[in-house]
């Protein structure tokens, strides 16, 4: 019964911004990383941001870094992730990941030229 569902994706131009949000139900996950990966057409499934229990440490793919930001509230059961500076390699269907082992169904986010 645990739920994850995210919300905030949609259609920009290059160099604007999205904040994703994943909220998470069923239980709490207080004690687990919390995180996103992508997904585009036609490539496998990457690892984008992470972020641990007490969002004292964070982890960017190479290809974000300097432009996304993952952070969490714990006390809403939420991991988020503001991009900026967003480019169209970042078109793809993002997926909140929570202890690398619940997946939300995905939000998409494309970037036009």
């Known amino acids: 019964q645990v739920q994850l569902v995210e919300s905030g994706g949609g259609l920009v131009q290059a160099g604007g911004s999205l904040r994703l949000s994943c909220a998470a139900s069923g239980r709490t996950f207080r004690s687990y990383a919390m995180g996103w990966f992508r997904q585009a057409p036609g490539k496998e499934r990457e690892f984008v941001a992470g972020?641990?229990?007490?969002?004292?440490?964070?982890d960017y793919a190479d290809s974000v870094k300097g432009r996304f930001t993952v952070s969490r509230d714990n006390a809403k059961n939420t991991v988020y992730l503001q991009m900026n500076s967003l480019k169209p390699e970042d078109t793809a269907v993002y997926y909140c990941?929570?202890?690398?082992?619940?997946w939300g169904q995905g939000t998409q986010v494309t970037v036009s030229s």
């Open positions: 990941n929570v202890g690398l082992r619940y």
């Open positions: 972020i641990n229990w007490s969002g004292s440490t964070t």
